[in-house]
């Protein structure tokens, strides 16, 4: 470092030391300043605190037994003094902690509250101030406050005095009672039911729309406000039917002042309305009186309406041919129609106030009607059969459809019940079920029938087959070749026979199987089943998809595939044999086909083919009850069987089973 440096350096230390000598004389100052004022502040609070004590011991009988809240604040807002409602008020005690009004007033009154403060100082008090606080347990409060400023001997302020009022609950009635007041007056000048209200002297003090609507009026109903309703009547009253009686009814009414319900009033224009007059009486005096009008004319309308649909309907209830009941609760007859009395043999005096059952039931039966009793009593409706005694002790079967009977309220009252005698329709119900418990003796009777006589037929013909297989056997040089022609013939038809017989069993055996449906896997089905049946080289069998798992009985299911399969490749003509197997889904069933390419049927034979024994040929395997088995299998499964077909190019079976 060069001597020039040195020096600079040393130059800048002195000044250094020069300024901070003079800053610490600075702050010397001030705070011997501070001090001064110090002192000054605390002698200022010593006399405000004196004068406090003189003014408020003078005071003191009076503010510490006042009712409302008593503050005195220092003219910063510190609490110096406040009485127990103050402190039981702003739930705080200024003796416990430091207490600042600014603490305790809500931020968004604070621009507002420095503002009255000013004032206060500028004009000595204030009266009617409200501001809103938040006390020290966070409750929100609207206060009324009154204030003035206290001043020592020279006049000067030294702090501000208060009286505080919680005026929460009165501010939170005030807008209560505002917005009711608005409620009401917009309820009022809407109101379905023309108003009119008036005070002593005649004058109107409040209107609506609907009374400028009613009566052609046409102002807005607060311009009519303080007009004497009696001079405007005189413009409106040739509105009405009759223009004098309706002045005079107003004379009379306002005359008496008297409530006035229900006074019909007939409009030139058909309308018709009807008016009600109040008087209002405070203290015995009177105060005015409110003028309601409403239109009844559709509710004139319809009671005339309702009158001419009851004595249409009662005429109908009086006629019908279905007996006709009202009871109470009690159960005692309180209406009855002219057909029930002819069902029953009695007249309406006979029944009316008696208990219908004691009257028609059996001692046993009588908890039947009890127990649809407590059902209307609970509004239930229901339909039932009861045997009842007529008055000439015959014994007679009703249905009764009862529904519970209401008042205006909505209160059960008793029931209404309707009454049919269905004693013919029992007694057809009866025979039917005798002829059904005999058609199910005579089936189950022709069934074993059709056993013993497939049994008694079948033995005579194995007899007839071995007879003529011993007679071939022991003749056969002695035969010529018609006559071992006309042998085989005789073998071919016992075989027929036979197979006939057994076709005539299974068809009459269908409906008495009692096997129950059960899960049946139609594609695992016809594979095993195309491996049992004879299919010959030159015919081909083909599942075209994955055929559905349905419920069905077993056998039946096995034996409607094999006979439609089996009947397929009987009657293939073509060197090249095809079937094909498919199936598709619909909502409530699954659709199969079996489609072949054999002969053909005719058109005009489709109708036919599923009748017992209708064979199209006269093949030998043929008895005409193959197809029959098929359709009463698809019937057995809730479905349908159809084929469409062209002779000489094939024949397609459609038919539907139940998922």
């Given at each position: 470092m060069s001597g020039s440096d040195v020096e600079i350096l040393k130059r800048a230390l002195e000044r250094e030391r020069a300024a901070r000598k003079q800053a610490e004389k600075i702050l010397e100052q001030k705070a011997a300043e501070l001090y001064e004022l110090t002192q000054k502040l605390r002698h200022s609070n010593e006399k405000l605190e004196v004068l406090i004590d003189e003014k408020t011991s003078e005071?003191?009988?009076?503010?510490?037994?006042?009712?409302?809240?008593?503050?005195?604040?220092?003219?910063?807002?510190?609490?110096?003094?406040?009485?127990?409602?103050?402190?039981?008020?702003?739930?705080?005690?200024?003796?416990?902690?430091?207490?600042?009004?600014?603490?305790?007033?809500?931020?968004?009154?604070?621009?507002?509250?420095?503002?009255?403060?000013?004032?206060?100082?500028?004009?000595?008090?204030?009266?009617?101030?409200?501001?809103?606080?938040?006390?020290?347990?966070?409750?929100?409060?609207?206060?009324?406050?009154?204030?003035?400023?206290?001043?020592?001997?020279?006049?000067?302020?030294k702090a501000a005095q208060g009286i505080v009022r919680d005026i929460t609950k009165s501010d939170e009635d005030e807008k209560k009672l505002i917005e009711s007041e608005n409620r009401l007056s917009t309820l009022i000048l809407n109101l379905e039911n023309a108003v009119l209200l008036e005070d002593e002297n005649g004058k109107i003090v409040l209107t609506n729309h609907k009374f400028c609507e009613y009566f052609e009026i046409p102002l807005k109903p607060e311009e009519i406000v303080g007009n004497d309703y009696h001079k405007i009547s005189d413009n409106y009253k040739f509105l009405f039917d009759d223009p004098d009686y309706f002045i005079q009814r107003v004379d009379e009414i306002l005359s008496l002042k008297k409530m006035v319900i229900g006074d019909e009033l007939i409009m030139n224009n058909g309308r018709i309305l009807e008016r009600d007059f109040i008087p209002i009486i405070e203290s015995d005096n009177y105060k005015g009186h409110l003028w309601s009008y409403r239109d009844v004319t559709l509710k004139r309308s319809y009671s005339k309406s309702l009158e001419a649909q009851k004595q249409k309907y009662s005429s109908i209830i009086a006629n019908m041919h279905l007996g006709l009941v009202e009871v109470d609760t009690e159960e005692k007859i309180i209406m009855v129609n002219q057909s029930f009395t002819q069902m029953s043999g009695y007249t309406e005096e006979e029944v009316v106030g008696r208990k219908a059952s004691s009257l028609f039931l059996d001692s046993d039966d009588v908890h039947i009607f009890k127990e649809q009793t407590r059902k209307r009593l609970r509004g239930e409706s229901s339909s039932y059969e009861v045997v009842v005694n007529i008055k000439s002790n015959e014994r007679r079967h009703w249905l009764i459809s009862g529904a519970p009977n209401y008042d205006l309220e909505?209160?059960?009252?008793?029931?209404?019940?309707?009454?049919?005698?269905?004693?013919?329709?029992?007694?057809?119900?009866?025979?039917?079920?005798?002829?059904?418990?005999?058609?199910?003796?005579?089936?189950?009777?022709?069934?074993?029938?059709?056993?013993?006589?497939?049994?008694?037929?079948?033995?005579?013909?194995?007899?007839?087959?071995?007879?003529?297989?011993?007679?071939?056997?022991?003749?056969?040089?002695?035969?010529?070749?018609?006559?071992?022609?006309?042998?085989?013939?005789?073998?071919?038809?016992?075989?027929?026979?036979?197979?006939?017989?057994?076709?005539?069993?299974?068809?009459?055996?269908?409906?008495?199987?009692?096997?129950?449906?059960?899960?049946?896997?139609?594609?695992?089905?016809?594979?095993?089943?195309?491996?049992?049946?004879?299919?010959?080289?030159?015919?081909?069998?083909?599942?075209?998809?994955?055929?559905?798992?349905?419920?069905?009985?077993?056998?039946?299911?096995?034996?409607?595939?094999?006979?439609?399969?089996?009947?397929?490749?009987?009657?293939?003509?073509?060197?090249?044999?095809?079937?094909?197997?498919?199936?598709?889904?619909?909502?409530?069933?699954?659709?199969?086909?079996?489609?072949?390419?054999?002969?053909?049927?005719?058109?005009?034979?489709?109708?036919?083919?599923?009748?017992?024994?209708?064979?199209?040929?006269?093949?030998?395997?043929?008895?005409?009850?193959?197809?029959?088995?098929?359709?009463?299998?698809?019937?057995?499964?809730?479905?349908?069987?159809?084929?469409?077909?062209?002779?000489?190019?094939?024949?397609?079976?459609?038919?539907?089973?139940?998922?």
């Open positions: 005071l003191n009988g009076v503010f510490e037994n006042i009712v409302d809240a008593y503050v005195v604040t220092d003219l910063y807002g510190n609490v110096l003094k406040m009485n127990n409602p103050a402190i039981d008020l702003l739930e705080a005690d200024f003796t416990n902690e430091s207490i600042n009004l600014m603490d305790i007033v809500m931020p968004s009154e604070y621009e507002n509250v420095l503002e009255l403060f000013q004032k206060l100082l500028h004009n000595g008090s204030l009266t009617d101030v409200h501001v809103k606080i938040q006390t020290k347990n966070q409750h929100l409060k609207l206060v009324h406050i009154n204030c003035s400023i206290i001043y020592d001997a020279q006049g000067k302020a909505g209160n059960v009252t008793g029931s209404i019940g309707i009454h049919l005698d269905i004693t013919d329709l029992k007694n057809l119900e009866i025979q039917k079920e005798l002829l059904l418990a005999q058609l199910a003796k005579s089936n189950d009777e022709l069934h074993e029938y059709a056993h013993i006589v497939s049994h008694d037929l079948k033995s005579p013909l194995r007899s007839i087959d071995a007879l003529v297989n011993w007679l071939k056997a022991d003749n056969l040089d002695k035969f010529d070749e018609i006559s071992l022609k006309n042998l085989s013939l005789i073998e071919e038809t016992l075989e027929k026979m036979e197979q006939l017989i057994g076709d005539i069993l299974d068809y009459s055996s269908l409906n008495s199987s009692n096997e129950e449906f059960t899960e049946i896997d139609c594609n695992e089905l016809v594979v095993d089943l195309i491996k049992v049946i004879y299919v010959p080289n030159h015919i081909e069998i083909n599942l075209k998809g994955i055929l559905p798992k349905i419920n069905g009985d077993r056998t039946k299911v096995n034996q409607l595939f094999q006979n439609l399969l089996s009947n397929a490749v009987k009657f293939i003509d073509k060197e090249k044999g095809i079937i094909e197997v498919s199936c598709i889904e619909l909502d409530n069933h699954y659709q199969f086909q079996i489609k072949d390419n054999g002969i053909g049927i005719d058109p005009a034979f489709h109708d036919k083919i599923f009748k017992i024994f209708h064979a199209l040929n006269k093949n030998k395997d043929s008895t005409g009850i193959g197809l029959s088995i098929v359709k009463k299998i698809v019937d057995l499964h809730q479905g349908k069987i159809w084929l469409e077909s062209k002779v000489g190019e094939g024949t397609t079976f459609f038919f539907t089973l139940k998922k």
